[in-house]
Nanobody, 123 residues
């Protein structure tokens, strides 16, 4: 089993920055993929970014590429999402998620989820 707890959301003005954290516990191994998804009232859960728990190449949705950075601290069992140059359309509940093996951009491929943290970007 894997437990995930997100934190760091809040209200920010357009152009601002937020750093989300996800504390992971349980049976997480180097071959697991860690990801961030987001969901707004108008859309289903969307892929944002992913990285292997052991590190390596990160993957991003086109809409956040060059603005968001995913990272993890293996020793502290933490996953992060640094979000810069935020836009009102980034407003959503952000979730971290874990799956075995290679990452996927499909939310239904991930069996483990956190409770989510709200990010609201005002214009």
């Amino acid at each position: 089993q894997v437990q995930l707890v997100e934190s760091g959301g809040g209200l920010v003005q357009a152009g601002g920055s937020v750093n989300l954290s996800c504390a992971a516990s349980g049976r997480i191994f180097s071959h697991h993929a860690m990801a961030w998804f987001r969901q707004s009232a108008e859309s289903e859960r969307q892929f944002v970014a992913a990285i292997s728990w052991s590190g390596g190449t990160p993957y991003y949705a086109d809409s956040v590429k060059s603005r968001f950075t995913i990272s993890r601290d293996h020793g502290e069992n933490m996953l992060y999402l640094q979000m810069n140059d935020l836009k009102p359309e980034d407003t959503a509940v952000y979730y971290c998620a874990v799956k075995k093996d290679y990452y996927s951009e499909k939310f239904y491929d991930y069996p483990y989820w956190g409770q989510g943290t709200q990010v609201t970007v005002s214009s």
